[in-house]
C-alpha cells in the first residue's frame, strides 16, 4: 500500500486560489477526505467525498469557497480553493475514509501533506 501525497500548496495572498492533489495507490476503492492542521490548533476536517464521488462533505468554515472532486482513473482526488483566508494557512492532508478518521484521536497514517500558505 503506498503512501499518500497531497501536493500542490504554496503561498499566496487573500482571496487567491489554489488546487490541491492527492494521490494514493487503491485511492478509487474508498471515501477520501482532507484535514488540515495549523500551528498550534488540533487537526481538523475540511471535506469529503464518496468513493464514486458523487456525494461531497464540507466544513462549516469553508463557506462554499472549496470544492472537492477525485478522478478514480487515474486514483487521484482534489480539493479546489478559492477565495483563501489568512485563516486557512496550514498543512493539508489527503486521508482514506476521512468519516472514521474523524474519531481516531491517535490516527498516524497522514502520508505526505502540503503547506498552504495565506498572506494578508
Known amino acids: 500500500q503506498a503512501q499518500a501525497v497531497a501536493t500542490g500548496g504554496g503561498l499566496v495572498q487573500a482571496g487567491g486560489s489554489l488546487t490541491l492533489s492527492c494521490a494514493a495507490s487503491?485511492?478509487?476503492?474508498?471515501?477520501w477526505g482532507w484535514f488540515r492542521q495549523a500551528p498550534g490548533k488540533d487537526r481538523e476536517y475540511v471535506a469529503a467525498?464518496?468513493?464514486?464521488?458523487?456525494?461531497?462533505n464540507y466544513a462549516k468554515f469553508v463557506k462554499g469557497r472549496f470544492t472537492i472532486s477525485r478522478d478514480n482513473s487515474k486514483n487521484m482526488m482534489y480539493l479546489q480553493m478559492n477565495s483563501l483566508e489568512p485563516e486557512d494557512t496550514a498543512v493539508y492532508y489527503c486521508?482514506?475514509?476521512?468519516?472514521?478518521?474523524?474519531?481516531?484521536?491517535?490516527?498516524?497514517?497522514w502520508g505526505q501533506g502540503t503547506q498552504v500558505t495565506v498572506s494578508s
Open positions: 467525498i464518496s468513493k464514486r464521488g458523487d456525494s461531497t
Open positions: 486521508v482514506a475514509n476521512p468519516a472514521n478518521v474523524k474519531f481516531q484521536p491517535h490516527f498516524d497514517s
Open positions: 487503491e485511492l478509487s476503492s474508498s471515501a
